[in-house]
């Protein structure tokens, strides 16, 4: 299986931190006090940077094993559940 994701480069939008800052609101609403602290993180988050146009945000939380009491509420505001897709206790949505 071929596992190349062919990716595109844009130019810095400034707009990227408007659209985290729109996905930390949904998040907070969801998981609330669960949440440490929310991170936009990744090459979109650099000003001025070349990225590929995905906004990546990392939860932190104090307990992984919590957020699957939130799975389905992020899928019915649609975000897609991948549990942990890199196996180091993490929890990944898209």
């Known amino acids: 299986m071929n596992d190349f994701r062919p990716y595109r480069l844009v130019e810095y939008?400034?707009?990227?931190?408007?659209?985290?800052?729109?996905h930390a609101s949904k998040l907070r609403s969801i998981m609330?006090?669960?949440?440490?602290e929310i991170y936009h993180v990744g090459s979109t988050s650099i000003p001025g940077m070349l990225a590929k146009p995905n906004i990546d945000v990392m939860?932190?939380?104090p307990n992984i094993a919590k957020i699957?009491?939130?799975?389905?509420?992020?899928?019915a505001v649609?975000?897609?559940a991948h549990?942990?897709?890199?196996?180091?206790?993490?929890?990944?949505?898209?």
């Open 13 to 22: 939008n400034p707009k990227w931190k408007d659209t985290f800052e729109k």
């Open 32 to 36: 609330g006090q669960d949440i440490l």
């Open 59 to 61: 939860v932190v939380v």
């Open 68 to 75: 699957a009491r939130y799975r389905s509420t992020m899928e």
């Open 78 to 80: 649609g975000y897609a």
């Open 83 to 94: 549990g942990d897709y890199s196996h180091i206790s993490e929890e990944y949505f898209t």
